[in-house]
């Protein structure tokens, strides 16, 4: 099972504060450090100084400022960006990390979000993921097409006129895709035609066992023979003893018993027992929530106590 850090700035962070994580993240040995992408704070909107930052704006810089740890998004909102734009800005940035960078893709959902900056927001789940299925043909398409080669789309979003579809990634097609979610039918579809990896946030060890099936049973009906990545994501709260168990939940405003029912919490045999857990419906790759990133001892902890275990 690989680690890896996954961070909310949204809900108040500088870039500072980023980097810092990013750097203890790759201190400490993990495999990754991935971020949200939203434009607005989740729950009291009374809060959030200094605001939010731009996603891939900020991987720009992180990838400048580290050497080891792989930067990714969980997940970039379809609904933000033109297509063409952002893969440039994605494959920009793969070269600018040499070859560090996964894209972490969504249909965007959070419409507020998208009110507050007059960010148009379709209507219909429907008309979102129809759009987000043209964009995720359209990014792997112009990343994949050979140098010297050109790409063109027609789509009933999106056209694209014949181009020489560059820059190119440093990676090659292009940036690992990773696509999450538990929808029931077009999720696991498109995972498995686009996606390297498939992610599910924040469900049960069930209900990620029942998403995993899915997508699984996608990937045999399609007939894909490339291996597809299996992970998930947690919250963190991991203490040594339950003083400091109680402490970081009322740090991030959770109920320690909630937090070990719905997230990674408790001590780090606790936590890397519930761990074995996902790891078993075949998790590769686990995503740790750090709400608190002014707490970089609990990376040293879990880093220490939690990842030896896991092998």
């Known amino acids: ?19 810092a994580v990013a750097r203890a993240t790759e201190e400490a040995g993990f495999e990754a450090l991935f971020r949200s992408d939203h434009y607005l704070r989740m729950g009291d909107r009374s809060g959030g100084l200094p605001g939010p930052t731009d996603a891939w704006i900020t991987l720009a810089g992180l990838a400048r400022e580290t050497s080891r740890v792989r930067l ?70 112009l990343w994949s097409t050979p140098v010297g080669e050109t790409f063109r789309h027609e789509g009933v979003h999106y056209r694209l006129a014949e181009g020489p579809a560059l820059p190119k990634p440093w990676q090659t097609p292009g940036p690992p895709v990773v696509i999450g979610g538990t929808g029931p039918r077009r999720t696991p579809r498109l995972a498995a035609v686009f996606a390297d990896e498939y992610n599910v946030p924040f469900c049960s060890v069930a209900d990620t066992g029942a998403a995993f099936g899915r997508t699984r049973k996608a990937v045999v009906d399609l007939g894909r023979t490339k291996p597809m990545v299996y992970s998930a994501a947690q919250v963190l709260c991991v203490g040594r003893d339950e003083a400091e168990i109680a402490r ?30 996902f790891g078993e419906l075949g998790a590769e790759r686990m995503y740790l929530q750090l709400l608190d990133m002014a707490d970089l001892e609990h990376l040293e902890l879990v880093a220490a106590r939690v990842a030896p275990q896991l092998g």
Not at 6 to 18: H, I, K, S, V
Not at 88 to 100: C, N, T
Not at 117 to 140: K, M, N, S, V
């Open 72 to 141: 990714g998004t969980l997940m970039t909102a379809a609904t933000f960006r033109h297509p063409g734009p952002l893969a440039i800005a994605v494959a920009q940035v793969d070269r600018m990390s040499g070859g560090r960078v996964e894209f972490g893709f969504g249909a965007g959902w959070f419409e507020e979000e998208h009110a507050v900056y007059g960010i148009p927001f379709p209507r219909t789940a429907r008309e979102r993921f129809d759009r987000y299925e043209e964009q995720l043909d359209i990014i792997t398409g």
């Open 248 to 277: 970081r939940a009322e740090r991030i405003g959770r109920e320690v018993e909630e937090l070990r029912l719905n997230g990674l919490a408790g001590t780090p045999d606790e936590v890397v027992e519930k761990i074995g857990r």
């Open 1 to 19: 099972m690989r680690l890896r850090i996954f961070l909310e700035p949204q809900q108040g962070a500088t870039y500072e504060d980023q980097l």
